[in-house]
């Protein structure tokens, strides 16, 4: 019986460490997995431009703070500054002319 206990105990801990590591993936982790992030940077304000503002950030209940300037049609930047976005829905974001949007463009 004691065997089987920690057999059972075992077997359950590997599949909560998997359910972990899935449900438990950062924002940083999930924005970088997308390729619309490689068309972004982190944002800069002309006021303070040696302020250093985190590029994604983890908020709760799984949502993501964005901080970011994409790249537009131009050439230039488009600053998406503090946009708030379920984690789940970062793979979804696209770069439509620099806003980035979970709608197609």
């Known amino acids: 019986m004691r065997i089987f206990a920690i057999t059972t105990l075992s077997g359950l801990l590997v599949l909560w460490s998997a359910a972990t590591a899935i449900a438990g993936q950062d924002c940083i982790s999930a924005w970088k997995q997308n390729p619309v992030s490689q068309s972004c ?34 050439g230039g930047g488009t600053p998406n500054p503090s946009t708030d976005i379920d984690m789940a829905e970062l793979k979804n974001v696209h770069n439509c002319n620099g806003l980035l ?5």
């Not at 949007?101 to 463009?105: A, F, G, L, S």
């Open 41 to 74: 940077k982190a944002y800069s304000s002309a006021t303070s431009p040696d302020q250093d503002i985190p590029e994604v950030i983890d908020l709760e209940n799984d949502q993501c703070r964005m901080t970011v300037t994409c790249k537009n049609q131009y």
């Open 101 to 105: 949007q979970v709608d197609p463009c």
